[in-house]
């Protein structure tokens, strides 16, 4: 058996070494080493494509940014080669939807992956970073959230609504209008926090 040079070990120390310093790269730009197992790779990536600031986005698996670009531009009816030049500012990686089927890519998937959505209860555009929340696997935007949707969401959050209502309002008027609304029942456990919260003597 022929040995080892003590050249080879210092050369293939030195190629570990510069392996380490590379970039990190996206899944479809991975590199193929030979003899190195990066894994398996999903046969199709998820991306989010439409134009910045609007609400035409649509959910696509494809195998490079690219191709998803060029379904966006079937999907828009764009014909002509000057209207389909590619750019990346409409095209969003989304790990979370490689490899699924876009019509199984729901409302509540959008905000899971941080980007927008229209509400399911008034059809207005939301988005997480305005207040937008799944509510029983609904997008609700912050408008059409309820108490009650609060109280499930978040019982802290909940506390912290009341008592910037009693804040504004008072607490006999955010009590009338909870009983109302017929909130009260979920509220009255509540209410003394809220109070406290709202700086509130809780006798009020």
């Not at 969401?153 to 909940?158: E, K």
């Not at 609304?181 to 809780?202: F, H, I, N, T, Y």
């Amino acid at each position: 058996m022929a040995g080892v040079s003590r050249r080879t070990v210092l050369v293939g120390a030195v190629a570990a070494a510069a392996a380490a310093m590379l970039p990190t790269v996206g899944a479809e730009e991975a590199p193929r080493f030979i003899g190195i197992d990066l894994g398996a790779q999903p046969d199709v990536l998820g991306f989010a494509v439409g134009t910045p600031g609007e609400y035409d986005w649509i959910s696509v698996t494809a195998k490079s940014a690219e191709e998803a670009w060029a379904q966006w531009c079937d999907h828009q009816g764009y014909g002509l080669a000057e209207e389909r030049v590619f750019c990346a500012d409409y095209v969003t990686r989304v790990p979370q939807w490689d490899g699924k089927d876009p019509d199984s890519i729901r409302p509540a998937d959008w905000l899971k992956a941080n980007l927008g959505h229209c509400c399911e209860r008034c059809g207005y555009e939301t988005h997480p970073e305005s207040g937008a929340r799944i509510i029983a696997g609904d997008v609700v935007c912050e408008e059409c959230m309820t108490f009650a949707d609060r109280l499930v969401d978040d019982p802290d959050d909940a506390v912290d609504e009341l008592a910037n209502r009693i804040a504004d309002d008072g607490a006999d008027e955010v009590r009338e209008q909870l009983i109302a609304d017929g909130d009260w029942p979920l509220a009255v456990e509540l209410w003394p926090r809220a109070l406290a919260a709202a700086g509130e003597d809780q006798a009020a």
